[in-house]
């Protein structure tokens, strides 16, 4: 079956740094990713969608990458701010609806 | 515009017991789907729901169903509470035009605690 799949290891980084998140997919070929925020306690806050041939995509400090080959997307944040401390969901798209990877948890620290 | 509204928030129930968790969509909005939320393993789909009809369905017990009003409004049901119904219900609504599945625009869940 598809899978979507997260590092579950918390990411830990110091405030300005670039926090690389990765997610790998499985089993299948998605036209798109998704990634969304979420925040303890709340539900999820979609942040950037990248479609398969779309290499790079760029939201602020935000950047995201798709690479067919690796089956991988990545997620980035530049400059980042303890404010940016969340857990960041993947997810692809399924019968109608998306399946989601289980998030990794950035921490910011000052 | 007004965001996804689910209620309650909170609720303890009893094991045996029975929920009913509602969900508003956005405005304009026909697609409802639910997702259950763990820490062990995080977002697992539920259902989703398209002008009244139930689309899809994840791999859930019959003990969770779910149906969806003329108005897109949705509710889920979840029948003889089990210690591990535990969980933060996320109802999701998009604009769920045919396959293509866009944004999805959570609420902020039902924290559900069976005790």
């Known amino acids: 079956s598809q899978k979507i799949e997260q590092n579950s290891e918390a990411l830990n980084i110091q405030e300005g740094k670039t926090a690389t998140l990765t997610c790998n997919y499985t089993?299948?070929?998605?036209?798109?990713l998704q990634w969304y925020r979420q925040d303890p306690g709340r539900g999820p806050v979609f942040l950037l969608l990248?479609?398969?041939?779309?290499k790079e995509k760029r939201k602020e400090r935000l950047k995201v990458t798709f690479d067919t080959t690796l089956k991988q997307s990545l997620f980035h944040i530049t400059a980042s701010q303890p404010a940016d401390s969340a857990t960041y969901l993947c997810?692809?798209?399924?019968?109608?609806?998306?399946?989601f990877g289980k998030g990794t948890m950035l921490l910011v620290s000052p | 515009k007004a965001g996804v509204t689910q209620t309650p928030r909170y609720l303890i129930k009893t094991r045996g017991q029975q929920v009913t968790l509602s969900c508003s969509p956005i405005?304009?909005?026909?697609?409802v789907s639910w997702y259950q939320q763990t820490p062990g393993q995080g977002l697992q789909f539920l259902f989703e729901?398209?002008?009244?009809?139930?689309?899809n369905k994840g791999n859930f017990p019959g003990r969770f169903s779910g149906r969806q009003f003329s108005n897109s409004r949705s509710e889920m049901n979840v029948s003889t509470l089990e210690l591990g119904d535990s969980a933060l219900y996320l109802c999701?609504?998009?604009?769920?035009?045919?396959?293509?599945?866009?944004?999805?625009?959570f609420g902020e869940g039902s924290r559900l605690t069976v005790l």
């Open positions: 999701a609504s998009s604009l769920g035009r045919g396959e293509h599945i866009g944004e999805l625009f």
């Open positions: 089993n299948y070929s998605p036209a798109y």
């Open positions: 990248i479609r398969e041939n779309e």
């Open positions: 997810a692809g798209p399924g019968y109608s609806t998306l399946t």
């Open positions: 405005s304009g909005h026909r697609s």
């Open positions: 729901y398209f002008s009244e009809t139930q689309r």
